[in-house]
């Protein structure tokens, strides 16, 4: 199950994503060669500001307990 998101890159038109289109969430793929530059934590939301301009937002999901951040380099994040 995937959780809500959504990504605003920079230039362009916001994309949400409920999970269930695949295709809609592809243009989130260009956030690979990005570095995260700024965070915010809302009361139910995770902001992540990118180095090229673009920002995901994710929303919480009673759920889970935690957010997890994986860079590739460093151990998971759990926020």
């Known amino acids: 199950?995937?959780?809500?998101?959504?990504?605003?890159p920079a230039?362009?038109?916001?994309?949400?994503?409920?999970?269930?289109n695949p295709e809609s969430a592809a243009p989130a793929i260009r956030l690979l060669?990005?570095?995260?530059?700024g965070v915010k934590c809302?009361?139910?939301t995770l902001i992540?500001?990118?180095?090229?301009?673009?920002?995901?937002?994710?929303?919480?999901?009673?759920?889970?307990e935690s957010f997890s951040i994986r860079d590739g380099k460093n151990p998971e994040i759990i926020v």
């Open 11 to 20: 230039g362009s038109d916001e994309i949400v994503w409920n999970g269930d």
């Open 42 to 44: 809302g009361e139910r």
């Open 48 to 64: 992540l500001g990118f180095s090229n301009g673009d920002q995901i937002e994710k929303f919480e999901d009673e759920r889970y």
């Open 33 to 37: 060669k990005a570095s995260i530059t």
């Open 1 to 8: 199950m995937w959780i809500k998101f959504i990504y605003r």
